[in-house]
């Protein structure tokens, strides 16, 4: 059984030849900017501040890397979809995404957040097909179903299938359902 609760930041780095050295397992988390890839970590961990959230997308800019349990890293990554002063920050995120996919040879699992209210974009669908592609496990899991109904999770349900994601790659996940996560907790310890 792995312990959440026992997290620690490690460190920030923008490049992945600068990543911690040793070697645990990685499970990267991928998103657009907003998504809740920070938060997720947080109510995985029952940790508040752990990682740095944000109601302003944009936030997380670096790769950080999370230890748990002295087992393996969760990896928030900056999220994608959000331009800021003229700066094209999806060329920045493109570039640091490919570094980090070519060269993570402890990359285990990479959790695709999509925002329960949202549809894939572009960018997501670009990351599915690349894992898939490359036959790196990966979970769709949609967050915030604190912020919609029955009616709009079944909409959801049906714009995955047709996207072709498959429903046994699919959770859940809400901040203020901590219950939510327990299933993610036990697809993370089996992937690892
Ligand atoms: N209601 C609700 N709000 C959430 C949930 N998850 C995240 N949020 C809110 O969504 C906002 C963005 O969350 P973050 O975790 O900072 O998002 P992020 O994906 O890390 O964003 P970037 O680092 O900018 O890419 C914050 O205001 C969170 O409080 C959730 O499950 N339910
Ligand atoms: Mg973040």
Partial sequence: MIDFKNATFIKSTPNISEAPKEGYPEVLI????????????????????????????????????????????????????????????????????????????????VLILLDSRRKLGVNDLEIIDYVKANNIPYYLIVTKTDKVNQKEKSQLLKHLKEENIDANNVYYSSSLQLRSLEAIKRAIEKAL
Avoid: Q, W
Wanted: proline letters at 2%; glycine letters at 10%.
């Fill in 30 to 109: 991928v998103g657009k900017s907003n998504v809740g890839k920070s938060t997720l970590i947080n109510s995985l961990c029952t940790k508040k501040r752990l990682a740095f959230t944000s109601s302003k997308p944009g936030h997380t800019k670096l790769l950080n890397y999370y230890l748990i349990d002295n087992k393996f890293y969760l990896v928030d990554a900056p999220g994608y979809g959000y331009a800021t002063g003229g700066v094209d920050l999806d060329a920045l995120f493109g570039e640091m995404m490919e570094n980090y996919f070519s060269n993570a040879k402890h990359l285990k699992l």
